[in-house]
């Protein structure tokens, strides 16, 4: 259970690191920076440690967390656009 809350709360901060690194204008809030961080943070953490990439835990899994969280808000703003 709090592995759960601490990767809600490093999502959340990943959410906005990604927007503060990725490059052009969202016309999107905070809440759904929010949800697209918690989301990348989500697939990032669980999947590459069930990839065998990285322990649960690891420092290294923020920076996927960020990276994810930028993967996802580029794919965001591609649909958004169409």
């Not at 690191?17 to 809030?29: E, L, Q, S, T, Y």
């Not at 999947?47 to 930028?70: D, E, N, T």
């Amino acid at each position: 259970m709090m592995s759960l809350i601490v990767t809600l709360i490093i999502g959340l901060i990943a959410g906005f690191v990604a927007r503060a690194i990725k490059p052009g204008d969202d016309g999107m809030g905070w809440i759904m920076t929010a949800v697209l961080g918690v989301a990348g943070s989500f697939l990032a953490s669980y999947g590459g440690a069930a990839l065998g990439l990285y322990a649960p835990g690891q420092p290294v899994g923020f920076i996927a967390s960020v990276i994810g969280a930028i993967i996802l808000l580029v794919i965001y703003g591609l649909v958004k656009k169409k």
